[in-house]
């Protein structure tokens, strides 16, 4: 589709904008979640929904959205997200009830899931292949990687400065505003040939399989792993999501061409994705929960003990743009992931009285060092070598992958981690002090550190498995020349 030329760097910053806003709303209301459980009297069970709310429709969304903006309009999906992320954060801030707020996080979900990866196809098919797209992915990365952390700063913040309402009443003049300049830089592209022509059958049933699948994940901490509900659901998802995979490879025009998982580099982004999601969400949701509920820290503080992790984030994909030439995405990869379950390793050792600088910001420093050099080159491995009518499509699949990773993680860590605290409290029956409760809680945490820093390890055999260096192409193009703004 012709369009008039924009300049690509300028059309970085706007979908990066949209981006960053829909990144930081999964952790900006970690922090905000206690002030909100008091205001909404939401019980100690109901309150992740207003996390799941949203990994729910999100995740389940995100492939329809991809390959939508593939057929019908990169650009008309962006904005469509956008009109309906930033209405349902207004509506989320007037909430008066438990319901309405947990309706509108399953809106804003899925104004996420348009926005995102059609956000990411933009991107890709705004710059070539090689190393000018290499440059600019790496700038989504830092970006998309930093708004999670910086989305606990910017939760505390808001939360006690002014409300929690208003770390939903942000999004609304940010979103306009993104709104305003994607109506005016951003160009309409869309997959060649493929105009109207939708597989709903393929996208009811990935949508449903999805979407039951981290219903059941998200579900699984409260009913039981091993519950007939857990594993009715569960096992109901992958069927539907089979018979999703049978009816893709019979389609004239599918909803998912298979043929793009065949692609090495697709196939282990995805996987590492996967698994980084998992270790990363959790980390954050449990270290929120660590400084706030056992150090006692004000929302204000909270956040702030977790600002330099966005510094360490750009620093880490500065590194990554400057040495990638040098020892390749495959190696960077690798040792991205192994610092990053490094800092998870280190948490592992958190006392309850802990010093700040001693004990907790070691661990988030390395940590947030390794997703720095990591996400950069695992977006390029999910997103290379594919045709420009499949960018949507990609964009889809990693962020699901993103998705779907994070709520399993946050789901498997937390049930490790209650069943830890419970043992400890069982061990001590009738004689637990407001003490030991805090050492119970924190030894529950101890064991999510633990398996999430195992998740994120994982990864580095994974690469080393399935990435060879002939796979990586072009990748290694990333200038050091020039930070990556510098265009």
Known sequence: MAARRVNPWLVLVIVALGQFMVVLDATVVNVALPSIQRSLHFSTGSLEWVINAYALTFGGFLL??????????????????LVLFSTASLVNGLAQSATMLVI?????????ALVSPAALSVLTTSFAEGR???????VWSAV????????????????????WQWVFFVNVPVGALTLLLAFRFVPESRAEGAEGRMDLAGAVSVTAGL???????VNAQSWGWTSGATVGLGTAALAILAGFTVLQSRRRHPLVRLGILRLRTVSAGNAVMLLVAAGMFALFFFASIYVQEVQGYTPLRAGLAFLPMTGMIIAGAGIAQAVVRRIGVRA???????LAAAGQLVLISLPVHASYAANLLPGLLVMSLGMGLTFAPVTLLATSRVEARDAGLASGLLNTAQQVGAALGLAVLSTLAVNATAAVL???????SPLLRAGALVDGFHVAFLVGGVLMAAGVPLVAALVRRTDAGGLEALSAEEPPLAA
């Open 64 to 81: 329809l959205g991809g390959r939508a903006g593939d057929l019908f309009g990169r650009r008309r999906l962006f904005v469509l997200g």
């Open 104 to 112: 509108g996080r399953g809106v804003q979900g899925i104004g996420g």
């Open 132 to 138: 000018e797209r290499a440059r600019a992915l790496g």
């Open 144 to 163: 998309a990687v930093g708004g999670s952390a910086v989305g606990l700063l910017v939760g505390g913040v808001l939360t006690q400065l002014a409300s």
């Open 211 to 217: 979407m039951l699948l981290v219903y059941a994940i």
């Open 332 to 338: 960077l990869t690798m040792t991205g992931l192994a």
């Open 426 to 432: 069982a061990a001590h029956a009738g004689a637990a």
